[in-house]
């Protein structure tokens, strides 16, 4: 298994291997997927939205709709115009959604398609909706096309009506259905009325009854898109991901905007309560604190497991952060801290991170790739990793157990479903952490070593 | 009406026009004409993919020495890591890069000031960490816009690294589907590699093309052909290598068990060496048997033959207790399918053999001579978007010119019904009554679904889960749902198993709630008590 890595470093500066991103408009494709009833376009040439809906599919075991401008080479030489003209018109005619939302790819970038006018010149039905967003795959990564879709959605449909609507207008960061639940179940247990952009809950998660409907029961309205402009105050969660829309909105209609980190582990989920609590005024329930105690008990109870234990995250950088911060909570060292995701915030972020913690020699690298990532192990390895699946080759290669968090997760089932963030999600991350790590010590041990009691 | 004039009748005019072409229902005794190989709809959810998704993706990834870089940004390569599931194997000899991918992930300023020098940059830094034998550079669409001359930077590295290094324009764009990039792949492989090796030529010996081994199954094709005395030069090109590929030109025969995406290479292997191409398929029980009896026939020796028949009666022997257990399963149900641009064919004869009765059918990418049979090929004209797939020629080697056949006994074997060069296309082995639907979407999937409710779908990972909550079993038969293999007389065994388990899971008698079906409220009514 990754026989061919070699532990000896070597700077390169033109070559990426094994990639830790992707491109910008598979996060386009997956915000689109998180408003009610709306149909994603690629406008592009159809490998592009081939490889983002089964890439999608493969993380979420749902379907993942989305349609293209099906480029052939005419379109790329004379502009994608009257492919995008055919193709709204087509899509209202036979999928019938309340919106498209268009996202550009590297194809009809290159040629500098103009989107703005292709969409005013289009003949859209009564009532229904085209927006738009620039995604050109050679700038940033997924995450970038995630928020820019996002911007997309508030650049053409949010406005000040000049009335508040007393709600908060929540940017939840680049997370699972799962995740996106459970911070709506915490906002409402905190008595806070909310809107959420993206809310891919109940559409990349919809149930089976034996029908299937192509917009399910999920995703953010039209209506709430439009009332974000009205909301008292934006919670970005996810820094790096959630910042560019939420200044977005405070530009465009004055809603000021807070950032906050994902709200993974103990203190950055305080963060997101404290904010709620601040914002709602209402006490925190009950409930809230019972979640709170019971994983600060888990914590303590099992911390001679974790303690000292060195770990590596990969994966997208707002996750990354947040795993890291648990981590360091669990007595961990995130000796490791990598995101293919450009970006030197990372960078500093990690660094702030390790300070509070007190810890030295641990490393973060913003673009970097999981080869890099194969290689420093090589030279100094770990106890732990934790990323999507295609870390699944280091872990073998190496022999170090891997806790799948974050995204793409393609080798297994469940995960998106469940929740990584609030107290909750915090339980469940440290029962993957420590069943993986006592799993590993139940392996690995003598016979005489094995303990029933652990 | 019937179902495919409900399905077509849904359409505006403009789609309608399109789409009926695409559509048909199969009559008895009508030639049943097709259109395939046009362009897809925009705004149409068509589940076909990209020119580089066909080159990059199918044709060259298999080929376990070779480093390829996509030269593009990151999407494409990554997409295309892992998640084809063409098993390949290394040795001490072969570096395996099947782990590996490879981008120069462009960014904003090698698009705009080209991007030649980050991919020869890129190609040192392959050669210093990994020294391969062969190098491939796969072009993604902006690299075409922006007019990056792959060819030239690759030619120059191969003299300058003395390793071969090979470029294929294979933009995302060209052509209609992936199938344009199979071609662009086959017209460098044959143009870089075949005929470019040294090795002695061996008895009985076969190249196996179009068998990409996904989930194992070119492992189980050799496993068989081996036991029966065959040599296999090299495989084209699942656990294929640049190393054997080089001596694919010293075969005796050629095996397609893909036609779509490797009859170039085979006709022009024909042209070339005077090799002769024998369309196989090694899926389903029939089908395995006629091909073994076919190749046997070919190679005309009377141990060979006496030897097929005994490796295909134990073969048999080890399966038939189970295949007769699934057909009792089985039995009686109907499928849909819908695979690529051969595959689907492939799997008629096994689901007959299972007592399964196909529907609805149709190719992704498929060509009409897929669907009709290579006669139609001549009347087949050339649109533009083929035009913009390179085509080449290739003449005689008189070097390395062999014909293993005589004419006479060529003739004589084709007249005894041996497929050499010859297809007779998806139509041989379907039934009447089945609705073929080529470049198939969504819309038409969900509307078929509903009017022919097949017992099992059978398609990809895209339309998987949209068929399962429509509440009908599917299996991907692009990635058999990372099991396998399914070729060969294990395969079917396997191919059985897995249908039959997609079929009974318990899961399905358990979707409706019972407070659907049960009142709620119990007791009685207000007054009377």
Known sequence: MLDLTPKELSERSALRINPLKTCQPVGAMYAALGVHACMPHSHGSQGCCSFHRMFLTRHFKDPAIASSSSFTEGASVFGGGSNLKTAIKNIFDIYDPEIIAVHTTCLSETIGDDLVGYINDAKIPEGKIVVHTNTPSYVGSHITGYYNMITGFIKYLAEATGEKNNKLALFPGFVNPGDMREMKRLMTLMGVEYIMLPDTSGVMDAPMTGSYNMYPKGGTTISDIKDLGNCELTLALGELTSEFPADFLEKKCKVPYKTLPLPIGVENTDAFIMALNHFSKNEVPYAIEEERGQLMDILLDSHQYTYNKSVAIYGDPDTVLGMAQICMEMGMIPKYLVTGTPGKIFEQKAKILFEKFGLEGCIAKSAADLFELHQWIKNDSVDLLIGGTHGKYIARAEDIPLVRVGFPIIDRYVHSYMPIVGYKGAIRLAELILNALMDRQDRDCEDEDMEMVM | ?529
């Open chain 2, 1 to 529: 009406m019937d179902s495919r004039e409900k399905v077509l009748d849904k359409y505006s005019s403009k789609v309608y026009k399109n789409r009926k072409e695409h559509v048909i229902t199969i009559e008895e005794g009508e030639p049943n004409v097709i259109q395939a190989d046009t362009r897809a709809i925009p705004g149409i959810m068509t589940n076909r993919g990209c020119c580089y998704a066909g080159c990059k993706g199918v044709v060259l990834s298999p080929l376990k020495d070779v480093a390829i870089i996509t030269h593009g940004p990151i999407g494409c390569g990554y997409y295309t890591w892992g998640t084809r599931r063409h098993k390949a194997k290394g040795d001490e000899n072969t570096k395996s890069f099947g782990e590996y991918c490879f981008s120069t992930d462009m960014q904003e300023t090698d698009i705009v000031f080209g991007g030649e020098k980050k991919l020869k940059k890129a190609i040192k830094e392959v050669v210093d960490i990994f020294n391969p034998n062969c190098i491939m550079i796969c072009s993604t669409c902006p690299v075409g816009l922006i007019g990056d001359d792959i060819h030239a930077v690759a030619a120059e590295a191969e003299e300058l690294y003395g390793i071969k290094i090979i470029a294929f324009s294979c933009e995302g764009y060209k052509g209609v589907s992936q199938s344009g990039g199979h071609h662009i792949a086959n017209n460098g492989l044959m143009k870089s590699i075949i005929g470019t090796g040294d090795a002695e030529p061996m008895k009985y010996s076969v190249n196996l093309l179009g068998e990409y081994n996904i989930g194992g199954d070119g492992w189980e094709t050799e496993r068989i052909l081996k036991r029966i005395g065959y040599n296999i030069v090299s495989i084209m090109t699942g656990d294929g290598s640049y190393a054997e590929l080089k001596n694919a030109h010293t075969a005796d025969l050629n095996l397609v068990q893909c036609h779509r995406s490797i009859n170039y290479i085979a006709e022009m292997m024909k042209t070339k060496y005077g090799i002769e191409w024998l369309k196989v398929n090694f899926i389903g029980i029939e089908g395995i048997k006629k091909t073994l009896r076919d190749i046997a026939l070919f190679f005309n020796d009377p141990q060979l033959i006496a030897r097929t028949e005994t490796v295909i009666a134990e073969e048999e022997e080890e399966i038939t207790e189970g295949m007769d257990y699934y057909k009792t399963r089985l039995e009686g149900k109907t499928a849909a399918i819908y695979v690529g641009g051969s595959r689907t064919h492939h799997y008629i004869n096994l689901l007959k053999t299972l007592g399964v009765e196909v529907v609805l059918a149709g190719y992704e990418f498929g060509h009409r001579d897929d669907y009709e049979g290579r006669d139609v090929l001549p009347s087949i004209k050339l649109d533009a978007d083929s035009k913009n797939v390179e085509s080449i020629t290739v003449e005689k080697d008189p070097e390395n010119f062999k014909s293993f056949l005589t004419p006479e006994r060529l003739e004589e074997l084709k007249n005894a019904g041996v497929p050499i060069e010859v297809y007779n296309g998806l139509w041989s082995d379907i039934n009447d009554n089945a609705v073929i639907t080529d470049d198939y979407n969504h819309f038409e999937t969900e509307e078929f679904l509903k009017l022919l409710k097949p017992d099992i779908f059978f398609s990809g990972i895209k339309d998987k889960f949209i068929i399962q909550k429509s509440g009908v079993p599917s299996r991907q038969l692009h990635s058999y749902d990372y099991a396998g293999p399914y070729a060969g007389f294990r395969g079917a065994l396997n191919f059985a198993k897995d249908i039959t388990m997609a079929i009974y899971a318990p899961a399905w008698n358990l979707i409706q709630a019972p407070w659907k079906s049960t009142p709620t409220l119990e007791g009685s009514l207000g007054g009377t008590e």
